[in-house]
C-alpha cells in the first residue's frame, strides 16, 4: 500500500483500477529485431486497435458536434488503411529488421514531409493527420493506448495533465475518477470533473505518476485529495463507508429536488447550471437547476480540429434551448486562448496569453467568428429563453462593440429573412477588476452581470490560475475580490440589472449567505452542487 495526496477538487471518493495515460511517451527507438513476422502481425493488431479506436471518436463526435464535425475522424480511419503508408511501414520492417513503433515514426516523418510540400492546402493540411494517426498507432503497439479510452470497466484516469479538449474526447461513461499529476484546482480539466460528478484529484506529483501502474487498484478520495495504491483490506473498507456516506447524502439531497430556493426569510435566488457540451444537460435537469447560468461555448472549439460552422453551433445551441424548455439559458460567447488553445484558429504564441488575445479580445479582432457564432445564437434564440454573455470586458467600448455586433447579426439574419427572437438578454462577464470597478458605467449597457471569481481571483491577486505552484496565495476569499463582488452587485441594482456569480465560488456553501447579503441574484454552479447549495439557501436567514 502506498499514499500519495494532491489536491481533491471534487468531493466524492471512487475506487477502482487505475488507468495510466502517459503522453510524454511517443519518442521512438530504434530497436533491432529478428523476427520481421511478429511486427508485421503487431502492427496489424494495432492497426485494429487503431480502427476500433477511431470508430468510437468518430460516434462521439456525430453526437457531439455534428457529422462535419465528426468527418475527420473518417478520414483518419482511411489514411491509416491506406496502401502506401501500410506499404512503407511493413518494408522498412522486413529490409531494416526494426521494431514497428520504429517504422510508423519514419513512415509518418516521410508522409507529413510530403503532405506538407504539396501545393494545395487540403492535403498540407493531411500532414497533421498522418502524425495524430502514426502517433495514435504507435499508442497502440507500445500498450500506451493513446489518450482516448477503451475499457470494459469503469477506470481511474491517471495522467501527467489532461487539456480541455483531450477531456472532452474522453468517454466519460468509463471515468471513475480523475487523477492528474499536475494541473491546478481552477483548470478546465478540474471543472469539468466537477460538473460531471466525477471524484478528481489534481496536482499529485510526479512520483504518484511513476509510482502507478495500469490496473492498480486505488482509492481516490476527491474529499481531502488523497491517494492509496493497493490499499489493504482495512482501509479500503474505511473508504468503502466513506463511499457508502456520500451516496446516503446525495440521496438527502434528491429530496430537495422540486422545492424552491428561497431562504427563511422569504428571499428568492436563482440557482443555476454551469455547463461546458450539450452532454451535461440530463445532469443539469437530473439536478433541478432553474436554468443555465453559464454555457462555456468553447468547448465545441475545443474538440474538434476546426471551428465549428454557423449550423454546427445552431444545433448545439437549439438543443440546449429546446431541453431547457422555458428556462433561462445563458450561454457565454467564444472564451478562447489562455489555458484553452486551440491549433485550428491560428492564434500565435503569446508569452502571457492569460493577459494576451483571449476571449471578447479575440473574437472583436476577428469578427468572422464573432459574427458567425452572434448568427447562430439569435438563431437559436427562437428555440428558448437565451440570454447571451461576453467574457474578459475591461471597457465601455468593449461592450459597445458587442453590442454592435449583436446589432449587426440580427440586421444579417432580417436582411435573410431569418427568424429570431428580440427577447434575447444580454450581459457581461465581471471578470476583470477593471470591469468592477466601472461596474456603474457597464451596468446601464446591459440586463445582467455574471461574475466570473476564477479570473477575478486571477488577476486581482495577479495570480496565475493554472499555477498549482501557487495554491498557498489564492485565498478564494480574498477581501479584494469579496468587495469588488458587493461594489458590482450594488452597480447592477442601482442600473436596473441583475447580477449572479458563475465562477467557482459560487459553489462555496461558507460565503452563500455572504453573497446573498450583497444582493447575488442568481448563483450558477456545476450540476451536483445544485442541490447542495439549494440546501444552504434553504438554511439561510437573511433578518437575523
Ligand atoms: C470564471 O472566470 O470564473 C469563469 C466562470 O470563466 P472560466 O472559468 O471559463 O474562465
Ligand atoms: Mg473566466
Known sequence: MQR???KGVYGAVAVGAAKVLRRQQTSVNRIHIDDPERELQRVKTAKEKATAQLIEIYKKALEEVGEDHAQIFEIHMMMLDDEDYT?????IIKTQLVNAEYAVSVTSDEFSKMFRSMDDAYMQERSADVRDISNRLIACLSGADSNSLHADEKVIICADDLSPSETVTLDKSKVLAFVTAFGSSNSHTAILARSLNIPAVINAGEEFLNAVKEGDRLIVDGHTGELIIDPDEQTSDHYLEIQKRDEHRKALLGQLKGKPDI??????????????????IDAVLANDAGGIGLFRSEFLYLANDTSPTEEQQLAAYKKVLERMKDKKVIIRTLDIGADKQVDHLGLEKEDNPALGLRAIRLCLKRPEIFITQLRALYRASVYGKLGIMFPMITSVSEVEKCLAACEQAKKELKAEGIAYSEDVELGIM???PAAAMI???LAPMVDFFSVGTNDLT????????QNAKL?????????????????????????GAWIGICGELAADTTLTEKFLAMGIDELSVSAPFV?????????TDLST
Open 4 to 6: 500519495f495526496s494532491g
Open 87 to 91: 506499404e512503407s511501414i511493413e518494408n
Open 263 to 280: 431562504t427563511k426569510d422569504g428571499r428568492e435566488i436563482k440557482v443555476y447550471a454551469n455547463i461546458g457540451g450539450t452532454d451535461e
Open 430 to 432: 465581471i471578470e476583470t
Open 439 to 441: 461596474s456603474d458605467r
Open 458 to 465: 486571477q488577476y486581482t491577486l495577479a495570480c496565475d490560475r
Open 471 to 495: 495554491e498557498e496565495f489564492v485565498d478564494t476569499h480574498h477581501e479584494a475580490v469579496l468587495r469588488l463582488i458587493e461594489m458590482s452587485a450594488q452597480n447592477a441594482h442601482k442600473h
Open 531 to 539: 442541490l447542495v447549495l439549494r440546501d444552504t439557501i434553504r438554511k
